[in-house]
T-cell receptor
Framework: ETGVTQSPTHLIKTRGQQVTLRCSSQ?????VSWYQQALGQGPQFIFQ???????GRGNFPPRFSGLQFPNYSSELNVNALELDDSALYLC????????????FGQGTRLTVV | DAKTTQPTSMDCAEGRAANLPCNHS???????VYWYRQIHSQGPQYIIH???NNETNEMASLIITEDRKSSTLILPHATLRDTAVYYC?????????????FGQGTTLQVKP
């Protein structure tokens, strides 16, 4: 157990809908990163939040957005869902910086139909 | 794109050492080498990381060559539960926030 919890564990949505995924970071960690993992692929970096501010973004469209709260928990929001958004969404928390390990949650499996 | 190259798959006998290689020939001086693994349908698990010195923890050892262009992750006594996809990741540098760029990884199959 890493202390990083994600909810929900599974979700089914219809194309065009919006979805919010949640992540509680490990105690003491101020940095949360989100990743998308399509079936058979490695995780792809979406964005990172550090002390409530976006601190880096991968190659994802603006309909992927996020928030980080004062307690360092985080949300990932995806608008106008597309079939290709079906994936495992992973949250990772860390202390930030380059010489620290990230701890991942178990992920949210999103299916868009 | 990932900055590392790993073999697609490897087999290892249970109880033997598993040696997983990784090439990172374009690594720069302030970039770290990280290893994570992912067991089917679970989130990635941190294993170990290093800058230039060899590192060891309770899970594994990391051997980094002197020129830092390659490294090897060693699982000293592989068990069936070590069957997973192993990712070697280079991260760091002045413009990096610690984000992890995953490649395809090495699928390690530990066999009885």
């Amino acid at each position: 157990e890493t202390g990083v919890t994600q909810s929900p564990t599974h979700l089914i949505k219809t194309r065009g809908q919006q979805v919010t995924l949640r992540c509680s970071s490990q105690s003491g960690h101020n940095t949360v990163s989100w990743y998308q993992q399509a079936l058979g692929q490695g995780p792809q970096f979406i964005f990172q939040y550090y002390r409530e501010e976006e601190n880096g973004r991968g190659n994802f469209p603006p309909r992927f957005s996020g928030l980080q709260f004062p307690n360092y928990s985080s949300e990932l929001n995806v608008n106008a869902l597309e079939l290709d958004d079906s994936a495992l969404y992973l949250c990772a928390s860390s202390l930030g910086g380059l010489n620290t390990e990230a701890f991942f949650g178990q992920g949210t499996r999103l299916t868009v139909v | 794109d990932a900055k590392t190259t790993q073999p697609t798959s490897m087999d290892c006998a249970e109880g033997r050492a598993a040696n997983l290689p990784c090439n990172h020939s374009t690594i720069s001086g302030n970039e770290y080498v990280y290893w994570y693994r992912q067991i089917h349908s679970q989130g990635p698990q941190y294993i170990i990381h290093g800058l230039k010195n060899n590192e060891t923890n309770e899970m594994a050892s990391l051997i980094i060559t002197e020129d830092r262009k390659s490294s090897t992750l060693i699982l000293p006594h592989a068990t069936l539960r070590d069957t997973a996809v192993y990712y070697c990741i280079v991260t760091g540098g002045s413009s990096n926030t610690g984000k992890l760029i995953f490649g395809q990884g090495t699928t390690l199959q530990v066999k009885p």
